[in-house]
């Protein structure tokens, strides 16, 4: 059975960082490519970005490009999500997800 775990939202004002944590089981985690994804109260469900397996090569929305890190631990079965630089617009739930699987999300607040 695919879980998909994720942790390590919180209230943070403008400009500060989070990281955000995808505990995996259920598959074979280092042949899988992994994503990010994320919805904003109201708003449908966006992609962030993407981390590949053979080569580990990522991909990013271009609202979020230079600000977050996408990155994975494949000893651990973990990805994760470094948020720097966060604007009120980044506030949302934030999912890991695989093929058609996700998590129950983490949720992200940015405000001061």
């Known amino acids: 059975e695919v879980k998909l775990v994720e942790s390590g939202g919180g209230l943070v004002q403008p400009g500060g960082s989070l990281r955000l944590s995808c505990a995996a089981s259920g598959f074979t985690f280092s042949s899988s490519a992994m994503r990010w994804v994320r919805q904003a109260p109201g708003k449908g469900l966006e992609w962030v970005a993407t981390?590949?397996?053979?080569?580990?090569?990522?991909n990013y929305a271009d609202s979020v490009k230079g600000r977050f890190t996408i990155s994975r631990d494949n000893a651990k079965t973990t990805m994760y999500l470094q948020l720097n630089s966060l604007k009120p617009e980044d506030t949302a739930m934030y999912y890991c997800?695989?093929?058609?699987?996700r998590g129950r999300g983490t949720q992200v607040t940015v405000s001061s």
């Open positions: 981390i590949n397996t053979r080569d580990g090569s990522t």
């Open positions: 997800a695989l093929g058609n699987y």
